[in-house]
């Protein structure tokens, strides 16, 4: 049993997920992962940085055809890896990248399907992120800089993407209660206050391991 916790946290976009993640980070003082984890991946393959921001949580484009035929070729093992589309390669580099950083010891890693990558490991807890789009919406326009007219629209296209990639590379249902060790609706916790929840959360787990129950 691996005794430092690894964090993964999947999120809405305008949720504050990622912020809920670096905070959480910072409070335990420990690494935290998101967008780093393109430059590390990078430099674990000698591949450019721009091949995995270009790909980062977006599946490969033939994803619609691949699910309605059931031909994946990852699923299926026909192909090689080399054989593969590009982003599905990128996936298996940063996927080998993840488990590495978790090896390491204890962190925060935002999307990028951790979860499910990380599924072998005791030592995970898994959080989702959401919050009412109201305050999604406000969040992209005050955050993010989001045209106020495009802000919706932004926000359900960013998830339709998100869920599209994690329903693709795993056998999970993105945002779906299951999927999770604890969802919290962030427009009524804030920022803090989901972090603290985690913190909290992780506590009475290690009790509870610690029970052996």
């Not at 909290?200 to 129950?213: A, P, Q, T, V």
Request: some cysteine; proline content about 2%; hydrophobic content about 35%.
């Amino acid at each position: 049993m691996d005794n430092h916790t690894v964090f993964t946290i999947g999120r809405q976009f305008g949720s504050g997920g990622r912020q809920v993640g670096r905070n959480l980070a910072e409070e335990l003082g420990i690494p935290f992962f998101d967008k780093e984890l393109i430059a590390i991946s990078a430099q674990d393959s000698g591949l450019s940085e721009a091949l995995f921001t270009n790909a980062d949580e977006k599946a490969t484009s033939s994803i619609f055809y691949s699910l309605v035929m059931g031909n994946y070729p990852m699923a299926s093992g026909a192909l090689g890896v080399t054989e593969m589309p590009l982003n599905d390669q990128l996936f298996l580099i940063q996927s080998k990248t993840i488990k590495r950083l978790a090896e390491e010891g204890p962190c925060v890693i935002v999307g990028r399907c951790a979860d499910y990558i990380l599924r072998d490991k005791d030592n995970v807890i898994n959080i989702f992120i959401h919050a009412n789009l109201d305050k999604r919406i406000e969040r992209a326009i005050n955050v993010y800089e989001v045209p106020e007219n495009k802000a919706e629209d932004t926000c359900l296209k960013a998830d339709k993407q998100r869920a599209n990639f994690y329903n693709y590379y795993s056998d999970r249902k993105w945002g779906m209660c299951k999927t999770y060790d604890l969802c919290i609706d962030s427009s009524k916790l804030g920022i803090e206050g989901c972090a603290h929840q985690i913190m909290s959360f992780e506590k009475l787990w290690k009790e509870h391991r610690g029970k052996g129950i």
